[in-house]
């Protein structure tokens, strides 16, 4: 559930920003979807952290877990540097940019939980 919510708050904002569902309002999206975002993230650090303390040694030295932990900052990063340079309002190039990278960088940390028990 908490990566349904995270995801798919993320998924209904970048997709708003690149110019789906014009009629809405970006800022009145941004403004109901970020909040969803943010407690599915939240949701998905509190589980993360539990499975984590349960076997820290193994899951650390597996290469995609260590990458899943590097893209999830890096998304960070790029929402971060989204919303200070005013992205919601300003629908330039470089917000289209960030939105397709913040797509691939969340689908790439789904994929890497997924290979977490297969490598």
Known sequence: ???GALFGGLLVCDLRVLGWRRELDAKDVVRLAVPLALAGFAVCL???????ATQPWELW?????????????????????FHWRGGVSRHDRMARAQCWLSLGIWLAVIICGRWIGVV
Not at 61 to 81: C, P, T, Y
């Open 1 to 3: 559930m908490g990566l």
């Open 61 to 81: 030295i597996n290469g995609a877990f260590r990458l899943k932990m590097v893209l999830i900052l890096l998304a960070g990063a790029n929402a971060a540097w």
């Open 46 to 52: 509190v589980t993360g952290a539990c499975m984590f």
